[in-house]
Nanobody, 115 residues
Framework: QVQLVESGGGLVQPGGSLRLSCAFS????????MSWYRQAPGKERELVAA????????NYADSVKGRFTISRDNAKKMVFLQMNSLKPEDTAVYYC????????WGQGTQVTVSS
């Protein structure tokens, strides 16, 4: 049974930074591909960033390339999303997602970018 708990969201001004964290509970974290998704009000959930189980590959939505960085610490069973140069359009609930044979979602953390 996989459980994911996100933290680090909050209110930030445009141009600011936040670091989201996702704590993984369960076995063999290193075998899971990990991703961050987000969902803004009235919009579909979209992929923001993903990192492979071996940390050899990452990919990003075009809208966040150059501003966001996904990383993971397999020893601590954590995945992170460093978000810089935040824009109002980054406002959303951010979800952590773990995938091996099946997928598991966290409960989400709210990020609000506003002056």
């Amino acid at each position: 049974q996989v459980q994911l708990v996100e933290s680090g969201g909050g209110l930030v001004q445009p141009g600011g930074s936040l670091r989201l964290s996702c704590a993984f509970s369960g076995n063999t974290f290193s075998a899971y591909a990990m991703s961050w998704y987000r969902q803004a009000p009235g919009k579909e959930r979209e992929l923001v960033a993903a990192i492979s189980s071996t940390i050899e590959s990452t990919n990003y939505a075009d809208s966040v390339k150059g501003r966001f960085t996904i990383s993971r610490d397999n020893a601590k069973k954590m995945v992170f999303l460093q978000m810089n140069s935040l824009k109002p359009e980054d406002t959303a609930v951010y979800y952590c997602y773990a995938r091996r044979w099946t997928g598991s979602w966290g409960q989400g953390t709210q990020v609000t970018v506003s002056s």
